[in-house]
Structure formats: C-alpha cells, structure tokens
C-alpha cells in the first residue's frame, strides 16, 4: 500500500460515511502512521468517526461499511468509532492523538469537547510510564522466553513514544508528530535511545532476539526514570 492507495480510501470511507449516517455523522479523521508521514507499506489506516449516538443497529451497519472496504480483510483497518456524549465522557489525557497528527476530514473537534490541558499532558505521561513499567518488570522478574516477548510488536515502546510526545506538548509547549520529530527534539539520551529503537525496531529484530533482556531493561529503566520526573514536575496550575 501507498500514500495514493491510503487517501483513494479514505475519500471511499468518508463518502460511505456520509451516505450511511447523513447529518448524523459528527466528525472524521485520519490519523496514525500515514497521517503523521512515517507508515511503512503494511501499516494500518487508522481513522476516527464519531456520530450523534450508537444503538445496536448503527453497530451492525458500521461494521458491514467496513467489510465492504477495501484492505479490511488483511487486517489493515483500524477505526475508532463513537458517539459524541462516549466521547465526552473518555479521558482527555488519551484524547492527544484526536487533537494532534491528524488530518480532519469532516467536522470540528472542538465543536464537540473541550482539547486535552497541561493536566492532561502530565496523566497521560504518568499513566503510560507506570503501565509500561509494570510489563517490562513482569517479564524481568518471573519467568519467560524473552526471546519470544520482545519478538512481538513494540506496543509497549511506542507508548512511550506517545507519552514522550504528551511530555514535550507539556514542557516544550510543542508537538512533535513523528519519531524523527521527537528523536532531533530530545536533549535525554535514554529518550532519545528508547525512541530510536522504535524506529529500528525491524532491522534491530536479531538483536533484540538474541539479547532481549537489554530492551527490556531499556524499557523498565525508561519508565521508572520518567515516573521519577514525573514526581518532580510543578503541577499545571492552569489548564490551557
């Protein structure tokens, strides 16, 4: 897949969209990987839609628009979809990636709930970093084939991406989109080392097979290093 192939699609989505739902359909927008410029060919499309309300029937009609698309089937679509008071009640600190490194294609965001604060910021990096560091400690401490672990997706590591992107918005005031973004941005070298095994993370696959308890150490050290500025950090006394 390209970057053709990727908006042919979303200029399909959206025109079923709005013939399913009409004046229903609030909100719509591509984001993820090839909205922020740094997908590889298998990546998914990522979009976000959000409608009035959801009943039993909408479920069903919006997941048979989706088999009707193309590249469904290969597991190539990921869509977060949602009403407008669920949207209202999900926690602004998991909102970031709705506000930031997307490209609306209908609708306003800010038409339907208020944009994530300094406050926000700061949860999302906690939150983050204690939940990661809890995984990288479970497979340290009990007993497991890390060779296996750290074969699988790097879910874990690009969290931390996210929270380093929630930490820059908090303390440089500024958003970072991509990887490459974030790596030329960040003064920390374990920042900066933990963001580049990221980017490298298929071509470093023998070396994270034969030494995986380095990336997992890595990831531990990372989390509780953040955690720790975390605690440090003068608290937002505004929220814009």
């Given at each position: 897949?390209?970057?053709?192939?990727?908006?042919?699609?979303?200029?399909?989505?959206?025109?079923?969209?709005?013939?399913?739902?009409?004046?229903?359909?609030?909100?719509?927008?591509?984001?993820?990987?090839?909205?922020?410029?740094?997908?590889?060919?298998?990546?998914?499309?990522?979009?976000?839609?959000?409608?009035?309300?959801?009943?039993?029937?909408?479920?069903?009609?919006?997941?048979?628009?989706?088999?009707?698309?193309?590249?469904?089937?290969?597991?190539?679509?990921?869509?977060?979809?949602?009403?407008?008071?669920?949207?209202?009640?999900?926690?602004?600190?998991?909102?970031?990636?709705?506000?930031?490194?997307?490209?609306?294609?209908?609708?306003?965001?800010?038409?339907?709930?208020?944009?994530?604060?300094?406050?926000?910021?700061?949860?999302?990096?906690?939150?983050?970093?204690?939940?990661?560091?809890?995984?990288?400690?479970?497979?340290?401490?009990?007993?497991?084939?890390?060779?296996?672990?750290?074969?699988?997706?790097?879910?874990?590591?690009?969290?931390?991406?996210?929270?380093?992107?929630?930490?820059?918005?908090?303390?440089?005031?500024?958003?970072?989109?991509?990887?490459?973004?974030?790596?030329?941005?960040?003064?920390?070298?374990?920042?900066?080392?933990?963001?580049?095994?990221?980017?490298?993370?298929?071509?470093?696959?023998?070396?994270?097979?034969?030494?995986?308890?380095?990336?997992?150490?890595?990831?531990?050290?990372?989390?509780?290093?953040?955690?720790?500025?975390?605690?440090?950090?003068?608290?937002?006394?505004?929220d814009r």
């Amino acid at each position: 897949m390209d970057q053709a192939a990727v908006d042919q699609w979303l200029d399909d989505f959206l025109e079923r969209l709005q013939t399913l739902f009409g004046p229903r359909l609030a909100f719509v927008a591509h984001h993820g990987s090839w909205a922020r410029g740094e997908a590889r060919p298998d990546s998914d499309i990522d979009a976000f839609v959000i409608v009035d309300r959801i009943d039993d029937r909408d479920l069903g009609d919006y997941r048979d628009l989706l088999a009707s698309m193309p590249y469904t089937a290969e597991h190539q679509v990921s869509t977060f979809f949602g009403s407008a008071s669920e949207l209202r009640q999900w926690p602004r600190h998991e909102q970031s990636q709705c506000w930031f490194g997307r490209r609306v294609l209908q609708g306003r965001l800010e038409d339907l709930v208020d944009p994530p604060t300094p406050r926000d910021y700061l949860e999302d990096v906690r939150l983050k970093a204690a939940a990661n560091l809890h995984i990288a400690r479970h497979y340290l401490l009990h007993p497991h084939d890390l060779a296996a672990v750290i074969r699988r997706p790097p879910y874990p590591f690009k969290e931390c991406c996210y929270a380093l992107q929630s930490w820059m918005l908090l303390t440089e005031g500024k958003y970072c989109a991509t990887k490459a973004d974030l790596l030329a941005a960040l003064p920390d070298p374990q920042d900066r080392e933990l963001v580049q095994v990221v980017m490298d993370w298929h071509s470093l696959q023998t070396d994270r097979e034969a030494r995986p308890q380095y990336y997992l150490e890595l990831l531990e050290r990372w989390c509780r290093a953040m955690l720790q500025r975390v605690s440090l950090q003068k608290p937002p006394n505004q929220d814009r």
